[in-house]
């Protein structure tokens, strides 16, 4: 049983780019949340999404912006990169919007803005 | 002030010991706790929930937590260099649906 797989590992991009990662959730999860890590920092909330729309939104601006799929599976874009978008992309999955259950991450997508 | 407080270290303990690491959180009505261990260059792996007041136990680790003091600690017995790693306290509130705040990490270090 596949837990939550992201794509790319690892992604360099210059600054005023656009970029896509990409999260698949864990067989039967249905909703998926973004963080971004910066470098010896704590995972900070990005969004979440459920039945294909945002449910939830931290404190970024709308250069971040998502997509979920019918197979609940999830693309995180940001356009206009700054080098402060340099970080580790964390998505994890639970089953509904609302669960109790403690999450799980991917192994992320390292993205690296020079 | 932040939401989730946590003393970043490092906190060094010789192998064997007990590594004590706490964290203190600002919303009262914070319901979920969790401890995530965080390997450099990796991503977080959960160790720990805790919903209730009081202990919960899992092997070499315990996590306490106390609502009214708005405090969840994690405790590490017999301490091995393989724990040796940066433990993140995350926290969720009633009202957040799946959203997790995060403490910014203690960094431990198990010396040999």
């Known amino acids: 049983d596949a837990g939550v797989t992201q794509s790319p590992t690892h992604l360099i991009k210059t600054r005023g780019q656009q970029v896509t990662l990409r999260c698949s959730p864990k067989?039967?999860?249905?909703?998926v949340s973004w963080y971004q890590q910066a470098l010896g920092q704590g995972p900070q909330f990005i969004f979440q999404y459920y039945e294909e729309e945002e449910r939830q939104r931290g404190n970024f601006p709308d250069r971040f912006s998502g997509h979920q799929f019918p197979n609940y599976s999830s693309e995180l874009n940001v356009n206009a990169l700054l080098l402060g978008d340099s970080a580790l992309y964390l998505c994890?999955?639970?089953?509904?919007?609302?669960?109790?259950?403690?999450?799980?991450f991917g192994d992320g997508t390292r993205l690296s803005i020079l | 002030q932040k939401e989730v407080e946590q003393n970043s270290g490092p906190l060094s303990v010789p192998e064997g010991a007990i590594a004590s690491l706490n964290c203190t959180y600002s919303?009262?009505?914070?319901?979920?706790f969790f401890w995530y261990r965080q390997y450099s260059g990796k991503s977080p792996e959960l160790i720990m929930s805790i919903y209730s007041n009081g202990d919960k136990e899992d092997g070499r680790f315990t996590a306490q937590l106390n609502k009214a003091s708005q405090y969840v600690s994690l405790l590490i017995r017999d301490s091995q260099p393989s724990d040796s790693a940066t433990y993140l306290c995350?926290?969720?509130?009633?009202?957040?649906?799946?959203?997790?705040?995060f403490g910014g990490g203690t960094r431990l270090m198990v010396k040999p």
């Open positions: 067989s039967g999860h249905d909703t």
């Open positions: 994890a999955s639970s089953d509904g919007p609302h669960s109790n259950q403690p999450q799980h």
């Open positions: 919303d009262r009505v914070s319901q979920s």
């Open positions: 995350a926290v969720k509130g009633p009202n957040a649906g799946n959203m997790l705040t």
